[in-house]
């Protein structure tokens, strides 16, 4: 605790920006770090401990942001039955945004470049269909239209596909 309190705390206050809400993360991430030390994988400590850190203060500030939401969110529906009531409450949009995270940007920047380093390797007619499926989000149909091909066949390239990554990617590394 001792040789990483520092790190710990300056990794949580990245993300919430305040030094009591961080002192709170600190604490919660020694604990889970404690709970979580027999799945400990024996490499990495410091990006094991960050990582725990960092999902901690994320949580925390979901948690801070949803109750701060029901504390200020009026009820205007006093006046109307109550099961149109819930339907319009339904369809609001939410009075507050979640705020801008830097940090979390930052490493789905990295993830993501990761991911387009990875898929250069990936054999063109495979890359394709990742492409279109995974990234563009692309139903099977919309494929198979544009590239003017089957369903089966967008099925069965996809199949290859997923075997190929299963194959020559590394699990842990996309965890």
């Known amino acids: 605790?001792?040789?990483?309190?520092?790190?710990?705390?300056?990794?949580?206050?990245?993300?919430?920006?305040?030094?009591?809400?961080?002192?709170?993360i600190v604490q919660e991430a020694f604990i889970q770090i404690h709970r979580a030390l027999p799945q400990y994988e024996m490499?990495?400590?410091?990006?094991?401990?960050?990582?725990?850190?960092?999902?901690?203060?994320i949580d925390y500030k979901r948690k801070k942001a949803r109750?701060?939401?029901?504390?200020?969110?009026?009820?205007?529906?006093?006046?109307i039955e109550e099961g149109s009531a819930q339907r319009a409450c339904a369809a609001e949009q939410p009075l507050i945004q979640p705020s801008y995270d830097v940090l979390t940007e930052v490493l789905d920047h990295e993830r993501k470049q990761q991911l387009q380093d990875e898929l250069e390797r990936i054999p063109p007619l495979h890359r394709?269909?990742?492409?279109?499926?995974?990234?563009?989000?692309?139903?099977y149909d919309q494929i198979a239209a544009e590239q003017h091909i089957t369903l089966k066949t967008?099925?069965?390239?996809?199949?290859?596909?997923?075997?190929?990554?299963?194959?020559h990617?590394?699990?842990e590394d996309w965890q």
């Open 1 to 24: 605790m001792e040789q990483y309190r520092q790190h710990v705390y300056q990794v949580a206050y990245s993300v919430v920006r305040h030094q009591a809400d961080a002192e709170d």
């Open 43 to 57: 490499k990495g400590l410091k990006a094991w401990i960050s990582r725990i850190t960092v999902n901690k203060a």
């Open 67 to 79: 109750q701060l939401e029901a504390a200020i969110q009026p009820w205007p529906y006093a006046d």
């Open 128 to 139: 394709a269909m990742v492409q279109a499926f995974y990234l563009e989000e692309k139903s």
């Open 154 to 167: 967008v099925e069965s390239r996809l199949y290859r596909a997923r075997q190929w990554l299963r194959s």
């Open 169 to 171: 990617w590394k699990e």
